[in-house]
């Protein structure tokens, strides 16, 4: 799902760019009277979700999918807490691993932090009352599902790649990889909330 350089239009960097930098900019401030004791939790998920996203598992005709983690850490320390994680976590990743391009890092953080944050807290927040599995679940699996769709709607609208053919591409393998992506977050926000309970009271 990182898209690399080449595949996006001036306009569409230019707006992905923009959007990026005023929501991190808004989560950077919403989270400037953090308390103390929280900030390491900010590094360790950091670490982690950068460990995990290393880590790909299979799926179907040699495709294999990772970890995105967007909505994991939305669900335990707020969605602002995981904009500014899931940045950190991209920026390096294209940096030093070369996953996703330069022009393409306002797109690539957008859709894969922005997005999964957002709506994936919003989703869980929305349906835990109902039950706490099915809302992490649906939660992880929308945020996978619908960056693959932004992501291939950002490709069509710069006219690099045929869109029908991007999207259905995009769509089919994401909505798979994203039953690996719930199916890891249920398994580890259960074990992150049983091993540190101090998890929680991020401003969200």
Do not use: C
Request: charged share 10%; hydrophobic share 60%; aromatic share 6%.
């Amino acid at each position: 799902m990182h898209i690399p350089d080449g595949l996006l239009s001036m306009p569409v960097i230019v707006v992905t760019y923009a959007i990026m930098i005023a929501v991190v900019a808004y989560s950077a401030k919403k989270l400037k009277n953090l308390p103390e004791s929280k900030i390491p939790l900010l590094g360790l998920f950091a670490a982690g979700i950068f460990a995990a996203q290393m880590v790909n598992f299979p799926i179907i005709g040699g495709v294999s999918g990772h970890l995105l983690g967007a909505t994991l850490v939305a669900i335990l320390l707020g969605p602002y807490a995981a904009v500014l994680i899931m940045t950190a976590v991209l920026i390096i990743q294209t940096l030093l691993f070369g996953d996703g391009g330069i022009t393409t890092l306002g797109a690539n953080i957008l859709n894969m932090g922005i997005l999964g944050a957002f709506l994936g807290y919003t989703v869980y927040t929305k349906l835990k009352s109902i039950n706490e599995i099915v809302a992490i679940g649906v939660a992880s699996w929308l945020s996978v599902f619908l960056a693959a769709v932004l992501a291939a709607i950002e490709i069509g609208i710069s006219k690099s790649l045929p869109f029908g053919k991007v999207l259905t591409l995009m769509a089919s393998y994401h909505a798979i990889i994203g039953i690996g992506e719930a199916i890891l977050t249920i398994i580890i926000i259960q074990a992150v909330r049983a091993k540190l309970p101090e998890v929680g009271g991020v401003p969200a």
